[in-house]
């Protein structure tokens, strides 16, 4: 008699809600310019983060689509001379997230996705005068900031309803008019990439 045909192992069901934590490290480029002068003080952006983020995904067969959001509390800082060098430009991203569509596969116990959609983000900037330490602009200096991020990870089941996650973003944001317009006006941009890990509950 013929052997049987192997049987195809059932593909995990990963549909359902989910919510969890994470915290990761993030590297960015911050980008300066003072338009009454037309110099620039670009520098880097580094530093760590930790929040929350929950979602839910739809399956059919192998297919895993869905959606998630994110908040993170965060302390990514960086700084460099100003044009004037009796000036530090800083800069601190202190919070960030994203409203993100998914779409990936489940392979046995893993699901391997990508990821885009909107980003937002709180950053505060500064020039400080370096003998003194005292801000060249003393009003309130923190913007909220909008953009776009796009992502890959991977997800890997430990448990039927515990399911570590990894993944790499990149998020860009929307240029911001920090200080007084008519007085020490600077646009700024931010960007930075993101290392993540998390652990979340499927319901």
């Known amino acids: 008699m013929p052997e049987p045909a192997p049987v195809a192992p059932p593909v995990e069901d990963w549909s359902g809600a989910f919510i969890g934590v994470q915290a990761g490290g993030a590297q960015g480029d911050v980008d300066w310019l003072f338009p009454l002068a037309g110099t ?3 520098h880097d952006n580094d530093g760590g983060f930790g929040g929350l983020y929950a979602g839910y995904n739809w399956q059919s067969n192998s297919l895993v689509y869905g959606f998630d959001a994110e908040f993170n509390a965060a302390d990514i800082s960086g700084s460099t001379p100003c044009p004037n060098p009796a000036f530090s430009c800083q800069t ?3 919070s960030f997230g994203s409203i993100r569509g998914r779409i990936g596969g489940a392979m046995d116990r ?3 996705y990508g990821a885009a959609g909107y980003a937002f983000a709180d950053a505060d900037a500064q020039s400080i005068n370096v003998a003194t330490g005292a801000p060249f ?4 200096t923190s913007e ?3 953009g776009w991020t796009i992502a890959f990870g991977a997800e890997r089941k430990l448990g039927s309803n515990t399911v570590l996650r990894g993944e790499i973003a990149h998020y860009d944001f929307d240029t911001a008019n920090y200080f007084q317009p008519s007085v020490a006006p600077a646009n700024i941009g931010f960007s930075h990439t993101a290392l993540k890990i998390g652990l979340h509950l499927k319901f």
């Open 137 to 140: 602009y003393a009003a309130d």
């Open 92 to 94: 601190e991203l202190n």
């Open 144 to 146: 909220t900031l909008d």
């Open 110 to 112: 893993w699901h391997i």
């Open 40 to 42: 620039r003080a670009d």
